[in-house]
């Protein structure tokens, strides 16, 4: 049996600007990455869509009926590269956390998009074996209003998927 390669996995593993994601990498660095192994980890930040703006038309009145604000290229450029400099800032903490992985290739993605969107297309498009996630530990009333990034994934994917929850802090409850 030891002479039987082992099969290259694929482990997506979404990344965000939470804790909760944070500790779902570092969770899954120590319990689902094999040590010397041919897996490949796959970091996958997410970059929110940016808001399309309406421009005003000649009457002063929006040149449709969808919200909006109207804003200088200038402003447009900072926006864009602050998200681009989130994204960059989120790669490299993620980065950090698997720098002591040996024979463990590490691959990063940024892609445009709704979270939920994004990684269910990724773990298709790239043949993801296991998908990797944090959650927020949303409660019922915020998971119905803001929706459950995790949950999704977990009804959409075709993979296996691992949903890590962060554990509450104990400091001060003794």
Known sequence: MADVEAKERKILIAVDEG????????????????????????LLYAKPPRTVYTALDGTGMRSDRREGYLFSSDIIQTMEKYSKEVADCVIEKAKRICKDLHNVKVEARVENGDARDVICEMAEKLGADVLVL???????????????????????????????????????NK
């Open 19 to 42: 804790e909760e994601s944070m500790y779902a990498l570092s969770w899954a660095v120590k319990n689902v990455v094999s040590e010397n192994s041919n897996d490949t980890l796959i």
């Open 134 to 172: 944090g959650t927020h530990g949303y409660g019922l009333i915020k998971r119905a209003f803001l929706g459950s990034v995790s949950t999704h994934c977990a009804q959409n994917v075709k993979c296996p998927v691992l949903i890590v929850k962060r554990p509450k802090s104990t400091a001060g």
